[in-house]
Nanobody, 120 residues
Framework: QVQLVESGGGLVQAGESLKLSCAYS????????MGWFRQAPGNEREFVSRITWSSGSTYYADSVKGRFTISRDNAKNTVFLQMNNLKPEDTAVYYCATDDSPFPGRYDYWGQGTQVTVSS
């Protein structure tokens, strides 16, 4: 059974940092890509960042570019999202997901989410 579990969310003040983790299990091979998304109440789910597992190639949404860093630990089957200089508009539930399609954009399995709240 494929499972993704996010952790590391919490309440911080603007300008502070958080590091999110997402561990996957229940699959034989590493995912082709893993991505981070976020969703605030009343908003659509928003793409944040993705990483290609084999190469480590990364991609970021403009809203987080320069502040967030995505990475992975192959041995621990875990992807991370280092979030620096957090802003109130970053407040959302953050989800990780896997993408095994030939081209980016089709995510199949999702975690339960972890809440990030940034106060001003």
């Amino acid at each position: 059974q494929v499972q993704l579990v996010e952790s590391g969310g919490g309440l911080v003040q603007a300008g502070e940092s958080l590091k999110l983790s997402c561990a996957y299990s229940g699959r034989t091979f590493s995912p082709k890509r893993m991505g981070w998304f976020r969703q605030a109440p009343g908003n659509e789910r928003e793409f944040v960042s993705r990483i290609t597992w084999s190469s480590g190639s990364t991609y970021y949404a403009d809203s987080v570019k320069g502040r967030f860093t995505i990475s992975r630990d192959n041995a621990k089957n875990t992807v991370f999202l280092q979030m620096n200089n957090l802003k109130p508009e970053d407040t959302a539930v953050y989800y990780c997901a896997t993408d095994d399609s030939p081209f980016p954009g089709r995510y199949d399995y999702w975690g339960q989410g972890t809440q990030v709240t940034v106060s001003s």
